[in-house]
C-alpha cells in the first residue's frame, strides 16, 4: 500500500510541475488540464487499438492538433 501511495504522489508531483510549465506557456491554468487530459487520452484510445497504423495515427493526429492549439493560445497572451 505505502509504495503506491508514493508512486502516486510523485506521479501527482511530476504532473503539477508539466502542467506549471504548460500554463505557463498558455496562460492558463484550465486549458493546460484540458491539453494534458485529451493528450492521455488520446494515448489510451491508442493503446486499446490492434492495429499499430492506427495507433500511430492516432497519435500523431493529436500531437498536430495540440501544437496548433498550444500555438493559439500562447499566441493570445
Known amino acids: 500500500m505505502l509504495k503506491g501511495v508514493c508512486r502516486a504522489g510523485l506521479y501527482q508531483q511530476e504532473m503539477r510541475k ?10 492558463d491554468d ?4 484540458a491539453k494534458i487530459a485529451q493528450l492521455v487520452g488520446a494515448i ?3 493503446r486499446a487499438m490492434p492495429d499499430e497504423a492506427m495507433q500511430r495515427m492516432i497519435v ?5 492538433f495540440l501544437q ?3 500555438t493559439r493560445l500562447a499566441a493570445k497572451s
Do not use: F, N, T, Y
Open 18 to 27: 508539466g502542467h506549471a510549465i504548460l500554463a505557463q506557456r498558455l496562460g
Open 44 to 46: 489510451h484510445i491508442a
Open 30 to 33: 484550465d486549458a493546460a488540464w
Open 68 to 70: 496548433d492549439a498550444v
Open 60 to 64: 500523431e493526429a493529436r500531437k498536430r
